[in-house]
């Protein structure tokens, strides 16, 4: 295979989590050159909650992911905790999911999704660092530069200490310059994460007014727990040392092989600014009973945190050859943080849309197909985003869950399962039943956000 024929594709691919994975995948079964780039190594760590709701469920059915092989860890609902209440919500037997969801340590769920696009076809090149985007002389993305960060034979520790030494001999400019490849793609796909490099380098900005929220994860030794058939939530959590409710929630997750994936995920407070999420963490797990484990003791690892980009908050989505998925282009959902189903479906989208586009000569046909990627993405989730948005920023960044799971709702079944699925976004289309109606209406009554289909050279962004 000639060096051309390595970095050159139909589609590059940027970044190997769900998002970039699940896009990589379907290009590649449809036939698609697709060139999939990671600049990590499997298995890595990740900062998730690793619990899977019916939707992520789904998109892995559809991908054709194993999920009876030893590892994966059902539930059957949720578990919801606030005050003396505490109330348990099965997974909806509805026609387009399944009733069930899944755990699995996102450790070595991204390893199995990559790997799976990588038996579909797609090229893996694992230890990549993409800087930046090559772009033509019109401001048009044509491929990505990326640099070797493969640390050989080293072991990890030794690895981090020859780069160390090594960058501090010449300016990281410098030694991009030397050491980067090109690799071309008629269209690139960002599938980066939160830092967004790709979009970054072509302009496009957060939206300020999306709320962007944090979220803390640790895993702790609780046989006791590890075996729970639901995902639990807890909605009545502190600002510590205050009565004030934490604009978010806690979860225990059970992954079945004697831990559990303890954590919380909060917005800022609109009158009272940044959550400290260690101290929070610290003064919840203190409540629960010692019998469960959640003690320092048992931990396993550190506290790992991370930013969740919610609601759509960069825009456009496609620009100049360049399509943002997953956390690149802020799809977490605003109205629980969920973001692996998010990311899955997003990379379909994403993927149909480019194999469409490379059926038809470079030029205006192939641009209108691209700049339908937005649409469609607006379609599935804007009503329903804007929504969530409005919720996070007029309660969830005020008082978080408490106001919704209050003893009214917490009393009432029908309460209950209709907000269980607003806040997962699980509905048939069209309604089967009241929950399901009432729902999809209210959702269709919200003015359909404006789509932003461009953002020229110098970045502004145009409808």
């Known amino acids: 295979m000639s060096e051309s024929r390595e970095t050159d594709a139909e589609v590059i691919v940027v970044g190997a989590g769900p998002a970039g994975s699940s896009a990589a995948f379907h290009l590649a079964k449809a036939g698609v050159d697709v060139l999939l780039l990671e600049k990590s190594h499997f298995p890595r760590e990740k900062v998730c909650g690793d619990g899977l709701t019916p939707r992520a469920v789904h998109q892995l059915i559809r991908m054709g992911i194993d999920i009876n092989a030893p590892g994966w860890m059902r539930s059957r609902g949720m578990r919801w905790v606030a005050g003396s209440f505490q109330v348990h919500i099965e997974w909806p037997g509805l026609g387009s999911y399944p009733d069930f969801g899944l755990s699995r340590s996102r450790h070595d769920f991204d390893d199995i999704l990559a790997q799976h696009a990588a038996a579909a076809g797609a090229r893996l090149l694992n230890g990549v660092k993409v800087t930046h985007p090559v772009l033509d002389r019109s401001g048009r993305v044509v491929g990505v530069s990326g640099v070797d960060v493969t640390p050989g034979a080293k072991g990890p520790k030794e690895a981090r200490a020859f780069r160390e ?23 690139v796909i960002a599938a980066d994460g939160a830092s967004a490099r790709l979009a970054l380098a072509l302009g496009l900005q957060r939206d300020k007014n999306r709320q962007i929220a944090t979220a803390a ?17 807890w909605a ?5 040392g205050t009565d004030r409710y934490l604009p978010g929630y806690g979860w225990i997750f059970p992954m079945g092989d004697g831990r559990v994936n303890v954590g919380l995920g909060a917005l800022p407070h609109r009158r009272y600014g940044k959550v400290e999420l260690r101290p929070a963490l610290d003064q919840w797990l203190a409540r629960t009973p010692h019998a469960w484990g959640l003690r320092e003791e048992n931990a396993e690892g550190p506290v790992r945190s991370a930013a969740l ?8 989505l496609y620009t100049r050859g360049l399509l943002l998925v997953g956390d690149s282009g802020g ?11 998010q990311a899955l479906e997003a990379g379909e989208v994403a993927a149909g849309s480019a194999a469409l586009a490379l059926a038809l000569p470079q030029g205006p046909k192939r641009e209108r197909i691209l700049l339908n990627y937005p649409v469609e993405m607006n379609r599935r989730w804007g009503r329903y985003y804007r929504l969530g948005n409005t919720a996070a920023d007029l309660v969830f960044s005020r008082s978080g869950f408490q106001p919704v799971l209050n003893r009214y709702v917490l009393g009432s079944p029908f309460l209950l399962k209709a907000l269980a699925r607003l806040l997962t976004d699980l509905t048939d289309k069209p309604s089967r039943d009241t929950i399901d109606h009432l729902i999809n209406t209210a959702v269709r009554l919200v003015p359909s956000p404006p789509v932003r ?6 970045g502004a962004v145009s409808p």
């Open 165 to 187: 030494a090594r960058e501090a001999k010449r300016s990281r400019e410098a030694k991009e310059a030397e050491e980067a490849t090109v690799y071309r793609a008629p269209i």
């Open 217 to 233: 994860r640790r895993y702790y030794r609780s046989p006791e727990r590890s075996q729970e058939e639901y995902l639990e939530l």
């Open 236 to 240: 009545d959590l502190r600002f510590p």
């Open 309 to 316: 980009p919610m609601g759509f908050n960069r825009h456009p």
């Open 331 to 341: 799809m977490i959902s605003p109205w629980n943080g969920e973001g692996i189903a």
């Open 453 to 458: 289909r461009r953002a020229r050279p110098g």
